[in-house]
């Protein structure tokens, strides 16, 4: 028989190798910029729709007034997330990876997310305390305009949770989630891609002055360094989410 024979040894199939992938650096780049995309899609479809469900006409005059509301605004969000998650979902099962395990979706311990949080209220009473010495506003006009006009017309339940739960989530999932997974497997490493991935979060806060982008930049830096620290995608959710939180209470219900 041939399996008996040296001459002719019996044939072995070897298993294909489905051990999932990473995108490293451009593919983590073009598909986080598809990603911004989408999360920026999501934001203008949900004002699209107001401006149509309105019967108004659709240019960009009609766009600009529907999204000042805050109700609009709040809504236009709060569509960012699942447009996020969406294409995030599709990038990562491309690659035939688990989303739980290539985002880091595990729940960190009490002991990383109190030395997170320690870390969060240092670093942003350091930024108050240099704010108050140079004589700047600690929040941004516009957005303190946005909150209290939002209070006043009953949208701050809304806009609490826009800012509080789906704008840390959405932002979260693309730059400490989906971009620092790729760029720390790739020629980065995990410093680079901490600094990368907050540079990429502070432009998405453009519409900040010079001062509030380096408090941004900041507070990436830190929420990266989490990430690795604690490998808990969650944590920076909710270091975010309590950030996020405290800011729109104080403005609205306790800001002068």
């Known amino acids: 028989m041939d399996t008996l024979n040296p001459d002719h ?20 780049a073009l598909w986080g910029l598809l990603i911004f995309v989408a999360m920026f899609v999501g934001q203008v479809g949900a004002i699209l729709l107001l ?37 995030v979902w599709l990038a990562i099962r491309i690659k035939k990876a688990s989303f739980v395990d290539y985002l880091a979706l595990h729940w960190p311990s009490w002991k990383h997310l109190l030395f997170g949080a320690i870390g969060l209220v240092l670093l ?42 789906a704008a840390p989530m959405s932002e979260e999932v693309l730059a ?8 720390s497997a790739s020629f980065l490493r995990v410093p680079g891609a901490i600094i990368l991935s907050s540079l990429v ?17 900041t507070i990436g830096v830190w929420f990266g360094y989490m990430r690795y620290r604690a ?19 104080l403005t609205m219900w306790l800001g002068s």
């Not at 469900?53 to 699942?82: D, F, H, K, W």
């Not at 944590?235 to 729109?248: D, K, R, Y």
């Open 201 to 217: 979060w502070t432009v998405v806060h453009l519409q900040y002055d010079m001062y509030f982008l380096a408090e941004v930049f």
């Open 124 to 165: 942003v009473v350091a930024w108050e305390t240099m704010s108050r010495g140079l004589g700047r506003e600690a929040t941004p006009g516009f957005m303190t305009d946005l909150l209290k006009s939002g209070r006043d017309k009953g949208a701050a339940l809304l806009l609490l949770f826009a800012f509080s739960v």
């Open 176 to 183: 400490r989630g989906f971009l620092y997974r790729g760029w």
């Open 231 to 249: 490998n808990s995608l969650w944590l920076t959710i909710v270091l975010h989410a309590l950030n996020n939180m405290t800011a729109v209470v």
């Open 51 to 87: 401006v149509v469900l309105r019967g108004i006409p659709i240019n960009m005059a009609s766009i600009q007034i529907v999204g000042s509301e805050p109700q609009a605004l709040a809504l236009s969000v709060t569509m960012g997330l699942p447009a996020t998650l969406v294409a």
């Open 9 to 28: 040894p019996p044939l072995i199939m070897t298993p294909a190798d489905h051990t999932p992938g990473v995108w490293k650096f451009w593919g983590t």
